[in-house]
């Protein structure tokens, strides 16, 4: 089984409707980070739907670790940036 790398991203967080037309579509957060992708914000441990740690990020520039999942960002920390 391949390992994911550990990553840290940097960029702005938005929250919008995710995973449309499915039984799982919410709102959720999306990172736009300083590359030009737009990846799901999802905390590890967090409510993968509903976790308001991560979407009081909405509007903020943000430092996140953690690993990528197909079009996912879950993230073990994160830091807010001014």
């Known amino acids: ?5 550990f990553e840290t991203l ?9 995973r449309g037309g499915t039984g799982s579509q919410h709102r959720g957060a999306v990172l736009s980070t300083d590359d030009g992708e737009h ?3 999802v905390r590890l441990g967090g409510h993968p739907f509903e976790d308001r740690e991560t979407t ?14 197909g079009n996912e960002f879950r993230y073990l920390q994160v830091s807010v940036r001014s």
């Not at 940097?10 to 995710?18: A, C, H, P, R, Y």
């Open 1 to 5: 089984m391949k390992q994911r790398q």
């Open 10 to 18: 940097n960029g702005s967080v938005g929250l919008e409707v995710v």
């Open 39 to 41: 990846l799901l914000l």
């Open 56 to 69: 009081e990020l909405d509007g903020r520039r943000v430092e996140v670790k953690g690993y990528r999942l």
